[in-house]
């Protein structure tokens, strides 16, 4: 690219379409380092957004726990602490399994929607491919 560009008005359409295209190629190189700033910028918000729900979780598990164990001290105060325990810890264990079965339920329930959506992809591309919608007439 030339540091020197011919007055408008001096230019033959060759140097203008030239001068253009330079125009044309300088602007989306800038936008392109524009979209890669902020790109970036972007990716490090999220990335300190994602460490803080982490953190988050991390904490939300250990005060579950500490929840676990004041239900624990609470019933101790009228039974044995392992008995206590005992009944927290089954309780946990069939509010588990109550909660694996809702699951195993739901998965169970998903339809075949990928497989449609793979006869679609194929029947999309013997339409781009043969030039028909993939049906014989």
């Given at each position: 690219m030339s540091d020197q560009r011919t007055p408008t008005e001096q230019a033959s359409t060759g140097q203008l379409l030239v001068q253009a295209t330079e125009d044309i190629s300088q602007l989306i190189r800038d936008e392109m380092q524009l979209a890669k700033q902020d790109l970036a910028a972007s990716g490090k918000r999220l990335g300190v957004g994602a460490g803080l729900f982490g953190v988050a979780g991390t904490l939300a598990l250990y005060g579950l726990g500490t929840l676990i164990a004041t239900i624990i001290?609470?019933?101790?105060?009228?039974?044995?602490?392992w008995i206590a325990a005992a009944i927290v810890t089954v309780v946990l264990f069939i509010a588990a399994a109550i909660a694996g079965l809702i699951g195993k339920g739901r998965v169970s329930k998903v339809s075949e929607a990928p497989q449609a959506r793979v006869e679609s992809v194929k029947a999309d591309i013997s339409t781009a491919t043969h030039g028909t919608d993939g049906s014989t007439s």
């Open positions: 001290l609470a019933i101790s105060e009228g039974l044995e602490p």
